[in-house]
């Protein structure tokens, strides 16, 4: 079971696809060229700051809003290594998880964190801050697959054997 430490970036509830990468940045050439405009609506500086390995800390319906790919994309260019959220909008977990983005659902973490802490998180075991523990649903394996081959696309090639 993987384990990891992260510092925390805290984000509130609702925030949509237009937050994550504003509309205007969308016809910039790629990805990397679009994550610095990452969260810009809500937090300007955010995607400066953010680390290799970070993990934001949200509320209820993250990604809502419209079914941009490119929202994902934005965050895992950031290296965020993982969202946590007290839910997830449908398409935004899809998305993300065709993009090799880990999300995890927990309602109870978020009343106890304060930006800049560090949290321990065990893939479907627990996520642990300031001693305390809080237990994690696992996904189911395929798609944990999927975020582990670095998303579906390569998850596929690594299934037929492609380069």
């Keep these: 079971m993987e384990k990891f430490t992260g510092k ?12 994550i990468i504003p509309t205007e ?12 405009y990452g969260f810009s609506p ?31 994309e934005i965050i895992k260019a950031l290296k965020i290594k993982c969202v946590i959220a007290k839910s997830f909008a449908r ?3 899809r998305n993300s998880i065709n993009n090799g983005l880990l999300l995890i659902e927990n309602d109870q973490i978020q009343e106890h964190v304060k930006e800049g802490d560090m949290l321990d ?6 996520i642990i801050h300031d001693g305390k523990e809080y237990p ?12 582990e081959a670095g998303g579906l696309v390569e998850a596929m090639k690594k299934r037929n054997g492609v380069k």
């Design 8 to 19: 925390v970036w805290v984000l509130g509830d609702d925030i949509d696809t237009d937050i």
């Design 91 to 93: 398409i935004f977990f």
């Design 25 to 36: 940045y969308l016809a910039l050439p790629s990805v990397e060229d679009m994550k610095q």
């Design 42 to 72: 809500l937090r300007p500086e955010l995607a400066s700051q953010i680390g290799e390995g970070d993990i934001i800390v949200a509320g209820k319906n993250f990604g809502c809003g419209s079914s941009r790919e490119q929202a994902p």
């Design 121 to 126: 998180v065990s893939l479907g075991q627990s």
């Design 136 to 147: 994690v649903q696992s996904l189911p394996q395929n798609l944990m697959d999927i975020i």
